[in-house]
């Protein structure tokens, strides 16, 4: 299982962003560049269709491969009051030879996409990983290079963490937790629901900027209480 929430930012602001998870993460970024092709299930493998996500990460010295299988969110009246979307997962390391057994078993290719931008790792109640990236389609088939942008001046937030049936409670309060501190950058909600972007991301961006110049003379906790406060989201 995963606990997932989405939000976008404008692409001025990304590095303003970048500053305020180096602050609350204290860890350093890592480059991102995944290749993602969706995978859809033909009528020969029954009468419920089935989409597969292979994810070649482009930025390792020789490409690797990750099959990954989404499915279906938790349901129920305690699942809709949750912030943070709660479903099941399945991901594998695969073979470079994964896109032509696909094939071989009826899968098609839907579409696919190309996503850039960075990632940070870290353990705050439980492990999360946020990714910021831009999103890009392929004018031609699989030639990555060629990518342009889906929503050009915008950028894809996404919070995850994985969870347990066991544990996906404490998950959730630990994203939702997290969350509160972008707050003034970008609204979090489950995948599918649109929330655009926030007012207040600016004035943050700008503070943001002002203060955490990168020089290392900063503390970052001072700089993220600095930023909630005066986005009137903290008193004194």
């Excluded at 590095?15 to 305020?20: G, M, P, Y």
């Excluded at 896109?99 to 790792?121: M, N, P, T």
């Excluded at 990983?129 to 088939?141: D, P, Q, W």
């Excluded at 937790?177 to 700008?206: I, M, N, W």
Aim: charged fraction near 20%; include cysteine; proline fraction near 4%.
């Amino acid at each position: 299982m995963e606990c997932v929430v989405q939000g976008i930012i404008e692409t001025q602001h990304v590095e303003a962003l970048e500053i305020l998870l180096q602050g609350l993460c204290g860890v350093h970024r890592e480059r991102l560049r995944i290749h993602e092709l969706c995978l859809k299930s033909g009528p020969n493998l029954g009468l419920v269709a089935s989409e597969v996500r292979l994810l070649c990460d482009l930025e390792q010295p020789e490409p690797t491969w990750t099959v990954r299988h989404i499915g279906g969110a938790m349901r129920g009246a305690g699942a809709e009051q949750l912030s943070v979307l709660v479903r099941t997962l399945a991901e594998s390391k695969v073979s470079k030879n994964a896109l032509r057994l696909f094939y071989s078993l009826g899968y098609k290719l839907d579409h696919e996409l190309l996503r850039v931008g960075f990632a940070f790792h870290f353990q705050r109640g439980a492990q999360i990983t946020v990714t910021v990236s831009s999103v890009n389609k392929m004018l031609k088939l699989h030639t990555t290079d060629e990518a342009v942008p889906v929503t050009p001046g915008i950028q894809l937030v996404e919070v995850t963490a994985p969870a347990s049936s066991e544990n996906y409670t404490e998950v959730v309060a630990a994203v939702s937790s997290f969350c509160e501190y972008l707050a003034p950058l970008l609204h979090l909600s489950k995948p599918g629901v649109s929330t655009g972007v926030v007012p207040t991301a600016a004035a943050a961006a700008a503070s943001l900027m002002s203060d955490g110049d990168g020089d290392g003379d900063g503390d970052g906790k001072e700089v993220v209480w600095h930023i909630l406060l005066s986005c009137g989201l903290l008193q004194y």
